[in-house]
């Protein structure tokens, strides 16, 4: 597939969905992982919000890495995305603004934007990947990084 239609059947997947498994390392130094809403924007940096208590801070500055998988909520046939990156804290001067974007780009009710705690966390991808088999093969397309 052409590296442009790639990406934008991509973006298009991403903004049809809603919700993303996050996976991390926690606190106990063990794999974790959440349901979350997300919102993407055209650099498929990702964007959700949380309460960002003492805890959760430190986990996310000590290790910012995570991975994030939106799957096709359908039994077959299999079409994912999968994004690997860097999470960082959006500045309070910001959360108005990126709360104004996610809310545009995801209409889902998010429930932790009043909490005194509530913080933005953008993900700066390092690789994303497309897996497709609706044709009725397998295709694997990397948009960013990866081989």
């Known amino acids: 597939m052409d590296e442009t239609k ?3 059947e991509t973006v298009d997947f991403l903004n049809a969905h ?6 991390t390392i926690g606190s106990d130094n063990k794999p974790t992982t959440l349901l979350m809403l997300y919102a993407i924007d055209d650099n498929f940096n990702v964007y959700f919000g949380t309460k960002l208590s003492p805890e959760k801070r430190e986990l996310f500055t000590k290790n910012p890495f995570i991975s994030i998988s939106v799957v096709q909520e359908s039994v077959d046939p299999l ?8 999470m960082e804290i959006v500045s309070l001067d ?18 932790v934007k009043d909490a ?8 700066k991808p390092s690789s994303v990947r497309l ?5 009725g093969k397998l295709v694997v397309g990397n948009i960013l990084g990866g081989k």
């Open 131 to 135: 897996l497709d088999a609706t044709s």
């Open 94 to 111: 910001k959360t108005k603004e990126t709360l104004e974007f996610f809310e545009l780009k995801n209409p889902s009710k998010l429930f």
């Open 79 to 86: 079409k994912t995305v999968e994004i690997r990156g860097e």
């Open 18 to 23: 809603r919700k993303a498994v996050f996976a």
């Open 6 to 8: 790639l990406r934008q």
């Open 116 to 123: 005194p705690d509530f913080a933005f966390i953008k993900i």
